[in-house]
């Protein structure tokens, strides 16, 4: 088991950047492959990244953030972050934090533990 607590979340102009952070307690973290998915009003949640457990080797991203979000991991501080530049109106979602045992996924139904979610809102 383990708890997952997202903070970092805000108001942001297009073109500028947020840190996401999930904080997460439970089970050694670095057991656990790490994602951040997003979720805007009355659509799916959708992808964003992921980093494998363990030192975080492997990572994976949609299209839609390549080149612009980077994911890391902090297993001393049981921390994952996402770091987000170059933001456009259309990242504006809440943006949730998940994890999984095994490699990264990018389907949300594969992983097992989630967090509340912030609220990103990027104003054009």
């Known amino acids: 088991q383990v708890q997952l607590v997202e903070s970092g979340g805000g108001l942001v102009q297009a073109g500028g950047s947020l840190r996401l952070s999930c904080a997460a307690s439970?089970?050694?973290?670095?057991?656990?492959?790490m994602g951040w998915f997003r979720q805007a009003p009355g659509k799916e949640r959708d992808f964003v990244a992921a980093?494998?457990?363990?030192?975080?080797?492997?990572?994976a991203y949609s299209d839609s953030v390549k080149g612009r979000f980077t994911i890391s991991r902090d297993n001393a501080r049981a921390t994952v972050y996402l770091q987000m530049n170059s933001l456009k109106s259309e990242d504006t979602a809440v943006y949730y934090c998940?994890?999984?045992?095994?490699?990264?996924?990018?389907?949300?139904?594969?992983?097992?533990?989630w967090g509340q979610g912030t609220q990103v809102t990027v104003s054009s």
């Open positions: 439970g089970r050694p973290f670095s057991s656990y492959t």
């Open positions: 998940s994890a999984r045992t095994g490699s990264p996924a990018i389907v949300a139904f594969a992983y097992d533990y």
């Open positions: 980093i494998s457990w363990g030192n975080g080797l492997n990572t």
